[in-house]
């Protein structure tokens, strides 16, 4: 039997041009959330809240007390407080499965670095029971990693401060010692839940680059949780702000911080203190925010927000843009670039 044949087309005369090689689109998300919910007795205080972090990026959630930031951070770990129910999806590479990444692929930077040390055990003794929990390494191998972390992250005379107790650290010390914890299985994302709050500004620097340099070399994402637009500013990638438990705005850091979008980011940022001689009082936003389980009609932020107008109070806004640029609002155009506009002295223009 003859093989087939294949008639080839005819050629027209014109010389075959290649084709254009594709363009490599953005890296699959690391992290991919998508509606996130979580309650306690029904009431929710994070409600539909959806982000992606890339790997190796710095993502920065940003907002006021209440807003939810620190709940969806422990969400991410699966170390929601007993009482918490969810609903949503968190896909971490691929995976529903946060337990078993707990450590490995995902790990944290708590806010306290007490809650995180045993008061009873050296710190070297801690790192070296992590090592051992995520390798299979003998004792003196797994204390020598432990000593080596101390010294990565700064710890002067690693080897003998090992041997020391937490409340032998200074503030700034234990600090790069959690972080120090939080890399040793290697995660491809750290999540940092207000790590600098209670560092003076020079140790809150100091940790802030240690952190950085560590995520750094380990090719790690960052969620960093903080209140501090200034660290959003010199270390985030792209910044989300939530308010009332939800997405308020999100975008490239520089983009959101200097051309904001949504009121509230505006309010924010004239809340902050600016160089030069002061001739007003500091604009603050008015009001307070809203109590979960009590929120107004329409847009949570309507009832502090110079722009409500009726549709704003009737109808809640979801998050859309272009250009990589999200906000929640109904009057996005008319957001003006001085933030300090629309607050003048803690009231509304």
């Not at 010390?173 to 939080?182: D, E, K, S, T």
């Not at 995520?215 to 792209?238: F, I, M």
């Not at 409500?308 to 250009?323: I, Q, S, Y």
């Amino acid at each position: 039997m003859p093989e087939p044949t294949t008639q080839r087309p005819e050629r027209s005369g014109r010389p075959e041009r290649p084709g254009r090689p594709e363009r490599p689109g953005p890296p699959a998300p690391l992290l991919s959330v998508r509606d996130l919910r979580i309650s306690f007795g029904g009431t929710e205080v994070v409600r539909g809240l959806s982000f992606d972090v890339r790997p190796r990026e710095v993502l920065a959630l940003v907002g006021e007390s209440g807003a939810g930031k620190s709940l969806t951070a422990r969400a991410l770990l699966g170390m929601l407080p007993r009482g918490a129910a969810t609903a949503g999806e968190i896909r971490l590479d691929g995976s529903t499965d946060l337990a078993a990444a707990r450590g490995r692929r995902i790990a944290l930077v708590p806010q306290d670095a007490l809650s995180a040390l045993s008061p009873v055990h050296p710190v070297g003794d801690q790192l070296a029971a992590v090592v051992r929990s995520l390798h299979r390494v003998s004792r003196s191998e797994a204390r020598a990693r432990a000593v080596a972390a101390l010294d990565r992250v700064g710890i002067p005379d690693a080897a003998r401060r090992a041997r020391a107790y937490p409340h032998e650290y200074s503030g700034g010390m234990r600090q790069r010692a959690v972080i120090a914890m939080a890399m040793l299985g290697a995660p491809g994302l750290v999540v940092a839940d207000e790590p600098t709050t209670a560092l003076d500004a020079g140790r809150r620097a100091q940790v802030l680059r240690v952190l950085a340099e560590q995520r750094e070399a380990a090719g790690a994402a960052l969620l960093l949780v903080t209140h501090d637009l200034d660290v959003v500013r010199e270390h985030a990638d792209r910044v989300l702000v939530m308010y009332a438990g939800r997405a308020s705005e999100l975008g490239p850091a520089k983009a959101v911080l200097d051309r904001p979008r949504a009121p509230y980011t505006a309010g924010l940022l004239a809340s902050l203190p600016q160089d030069g001689p002061r001739r007003r009082r500091l604009p603050t936003l008015p009001g307070t925010p809203p109590v979960p389980g009590a929120l107004p009609p329409g847009c949570a932020f309507a009832p502090r927000c110079p722009l409500a107008a009726d549709l704003c109070r009737t109808e809640e806004p979801e998050p859309r843009g272009t250009d990589g640029r999200l906000a929640a609002c109904h009057r996005t155009d008319e957001v003006p670039a001085d933030p300090a506009t629309l607050f003048r002295e803690g009231r509304p223009a």
